[in-house]
């Protein structure tokens, strides 16, 4: 039934899209294989405990990861699964010099901002 749910969704958005290039702003999380989705789930879970900052861009967020909690090939894994169900978002991982910290940017079109709310909230301090 889940998988139906999404296909409709997924359905809808493509219909109400724009007919220009870019792709439609939803995640279809059956785009992850069901050996990979436990993966993935750990390294969102680890991503989301390591945000040290969140900064808004015009058309995302840009987050400072604790390198001690998430290291870089686990930030490009996780990257790598999440292009994949959200084909719609720009991921760009910056590491600087001998910084333990890293800096990952997401970012895409309008209405972005909202799903990205959803998936890291924004810690109260």
Known sequence: MRFTTVLLSLICMCAMAKN??????????????AAERPRYSQLTKQLRAAVRERRELSDGYS???DGNSVSLPEVAE????ERM???????????SGQATDWRLHLHGPAGTKAILDAEFPKRAK
């Open 63 to 65: 987050y400072r990861l």
């Open 85 to 95: 169900c959200c084909p719609f978002l720009t991921l760009q991982l910056e590491a």
């Open 78 to 81: 996780w990257i790598k699964l």
């Open 20 to 33: 220009d290039s870019s792709p439609p702003l939803a995640c279809n999380l059956n785009a992850i294989s």
